[in-house]
C-alpha cells in the first residue's frame, strides 16, 4: 500500500508564495514519477509539474518560472515539493499529489490553494 499525504495549502495574496508538501510511503518502486495536479471549481484536473526519480521535471507553460518541484529522501519516505512564487488567481485550485509506477498510480486527498486579495 503505498500513502500520499499533502500540505502546505492555503490562502495566499496575489504575488505571494506558498510550498506545498507530500510525503509518500509503502511500497514504492524505485523507478517513479511523482507530481503535482491541480482541480479548480468547474474544470479538469491538470499537470502542474512532476519529477522523476531521475530528478528530471517537467512544468506546464502556464507555472514555469514561477513554480518549482523538488524531491528529497526522508527515512523511509519521499518527499515532494511545490515552491509557488508570484502566484496569481488563476492558480485557486485543490493541488494534488500523484505517484505513477509501472505497477500503477496513487493520489493524496489534496489541499486546497487560494490566491486572492
Known amino acids: 500500500q503505498v500513502q500520499l499525504v499533502e500540505s502546505g495549502g492555503g490562502l495566499v495574496q496575489p504575488g505571494g508564495s506558498l510550498r506545498l508538501s507530500c510525503a509518500a510511503s509503502?511500497?514504492?518502486?524505485?523507478?517513479?514519477?511523482m507530481g503535482w495536479y491541480r482541480q479548480a471549481p468547474g474544470k479538469q484536473r491538470e499537470l502542474v509539474a512532476t519529477?522523476?526519480?531521475?530528478?528530471?521535471?517537467?512544468?506546464r507553460d502556464s507555472v514555469r518560472g514561477r513554480f518549482t518541484i523538488s524531491r528529497a529522501r526522508d527515512n523511509a519516505k519521499i518527499m515532494i515539493y511545490l515552491q509557488m512564487d508570484s502566484l496569481k488567481p488563476e492558480d485557486t485550485a485543490v493541488y494534488y499529489c500523484?505517484?505513477?509506477?509501472?505497477?500503477?498510480?496513487?493520489w493524496g486527498q489534496g489541499t486546497q490553494v487560494t490566491v486572492s486579495s
Open positions: 500523484r505517484l505513477a509506477s509501472s505497477v500503477g498510480e496513487n
Open positions: 509503502g511500497s514504492i518502486l524505485s523507478v517513479n514519477t
Open positions: 519529477i522523476t526519480s531521475g530528478s528530471i521535471t517537467n512544468y
